[in-house]
Nanobody, 124 residues
Framework: QVQLEESGGGLVQPGGSLRLSCAASGRTFSSYALGWFRQAPGKERDFVAAITSSGGHTYYADSVKGRFTISRDNAKNTVYLQMNSLKAEDTAVYCC?????????????????WGKGTLVTVSS
């Protein structure tokens, strides 16, 4: 069993930056691929970024490529999402999730665990 808890959301101006964290409790955190997803008001949940269990490979949605960076620290049981050059369209609830394979995260197929999310609002 893995519990995920996000933090770091808030209000930021367009062009600003935020760093989200997702802390995990429970065993075998380092064996899971991890991802960040987001859901804007009235829209479906979308994939944002994924990282392999070792942290050696990452993958991003086209909409955030070059602006967002996913990373993880297995010693701290934490995954991060550094978000730069934020836009109004990045406004959403951001959730982290864990799955037994990288492919499951990238294609949002059968995630094993979800966090509850943290709200990011980009507005002037």
């Amino acid at each position: 069993q893995v519990q995920l808890e996000e933090s770091g959301g808030g209000l930021v101006q367009p062009g600003g930056s935020l760093r989200l964290s997702c802390a995990a409790s429970g065993r075998t955190f380092s064996s899971y691929a991890l991802g960040w997803f987001r859901q804007a008001p009235g829209k479906e949940r979308d994939f944002v970024a994924a990282i392999t269990s070792s942290g050696g490979h990452t993958y991003y949605a086209d909409s955030v490529k070059g602006r967002f960076t996913i990373s993880r620290d297995n010693a701290k049981n934490t995954v991060y999402l550094q978000m730069n050059s934020l836009k109004a369209e990045d406004t959403a609830v951001y959730c982290c999730a864990a799955a037994t394979s990288f492919g499951k995260v990238v294609y949002n197929m059968g995630m094993d665990y979800w966090g509850k999310g943290t709200l990011v609002t980009v507005s002037s």
